[in-house]
């Protein structure tokens, strides 16, 4: 009969997604601090992510994420571990603020309470496609954030900032950047309500100029046109936002005199197929509205302020405004 023996120095495995009944003790460090902020403000990160925009060597980012997931700052969301692709490789790792980490925040930076949140429970009820599409908009800010840096002519607003200067009716409002808009398409008249994935402004102090822009991230989920507007589509999309600034609800609602419209896709097929869904309409047609660009060429750039843009009508286009 074989026996077989245990080693005693080999350490037991632990799942990834469950933490240490007794984490080694650790000095919580302004760095640390900042990551939490930066995990709070985006809603989930990656370690890549945080690694870019706090720098440093990935080994010690990774030290300190894992750190905060042990002593309960930080979460690292359930569903990420329900995908496993053959052949993929390790994923990096994804996380969210934790009920600790809020809690820390709050008493560093005074926020009062308010109406308590369980971000632990908001995590685990978060399934894959929210968390991969808020990813999807991680990669854009964190790709904008580091281009920007880059430039000393070039300041970034996004969202959180371009609300201070809503409307105040607007500025009460549950959700600021969504508004319905009034479609007329095919006889069909439909109150379609749009709300951006992301908002942001580049000024440029040096000539006072500001270009306003909202982005949409597609996943290549949604189909691009469907005959029935009513029906979720690309296509509805581009329509609502055509309307949008030919009524200039744009200058209504945020106070905006001007924006454009990015979509980000999966493929350079499906930014063709995009164009050709908002050129089959009129008040589509070769709109300078909208401009294109597919992940990989975009996200493969070392400054991302240089990547030129597709637009409807086949030309190129850069995002800083013209000097």
């Not at 350490?11 to 900042?34: G, H, M, W």
């Not at 370690?47 to 440093?56: E, T, W």
């Not at 040096?206 to 822009?213: E, I, M, N």
């Amino acid at each position: 009969m074989m026996s077989t023996t245990t080693n005693p120095h080999t350490k037991s495995y632990r799942p990834r997604r469950v933490r240490s009944n007794n984490p080694p003790a650790f000095q919580l460090t302004e760095r640390d601090i900042k990551i939490v902020q930066l995990v709070a403000r985006h809603r989930f990160l990656n370690s890549n992510h945080v690694r870019r925009l706090v720098g440093g060597s990935a080994k010690n980012v990774t030290n300190r994420l894992k750190a905060l997931f042990e002593h309960g700052l930080l979460d690292r969301p359930q569903n990420q571990f329900d995908t496993y692709r053959m052949g993929g490789g390790t994923s990096p790792l994804v996380y969210a603020l934790a009920d600790k980490g809020a809690q820390l925040l709050a008493d560093i930076f005074e926020q009062p309470d308010g109406k308590r949140i369980s971000w632990t429970h908001k995590n685990k009820s978060a399934n894959q496609p929210f968390l991969q599409h808020t990813l999807g908009i991680a990669d854009f800010a964190v790709a904008l954030q580091l281009a920007v840096a880059r430039h000393d002519d070039v300041e970034l607003i996004d969202s959180d900032e371009l609300k201070d200067n809503f409307p105040a009716e607007i500025l009460a409002r549950n959700k600021p950047f969504r508004l319905s808009v009034p479609v007329i398409h095919k006889n069909l008249r439909l109150d379609i309500g749009i709300e951006a994935d992301y908002a942001f402004s580049l000024y440029l102090p040096k000539v006072r100029r500001k270009a306003f822009f909202l982005v949409e991230i597609d996943r290549g989920t949604m189909p691009v046109a469907r005959r029935d507007l009513r029906q979720s589509s690309i296509l509805r999309k581009l329509l609502a936002y055509q309307t949008m600034w030919k009524t200039k609800l744009h200058q209504k609602h945020f106070g905006w005199g001007n924006f454009r419209v990015l979509f980000v896709t999966e493929s350079t097929e499906r930014v063709e197929n995009m164009i050709a869904a908002a050129n089959s309409q009129s008040p589509t047609k070769q709109s300078p509205l909208f401009l294109l660009a597919d992940k990989s060429s975009l996200y493969d750039l070392e400054d991302a302020l240089d990547h030129q843009w597709r637009d409807t009508g086949g030309d190129l286009q850069n995002l800083l405004p013209e000097m």
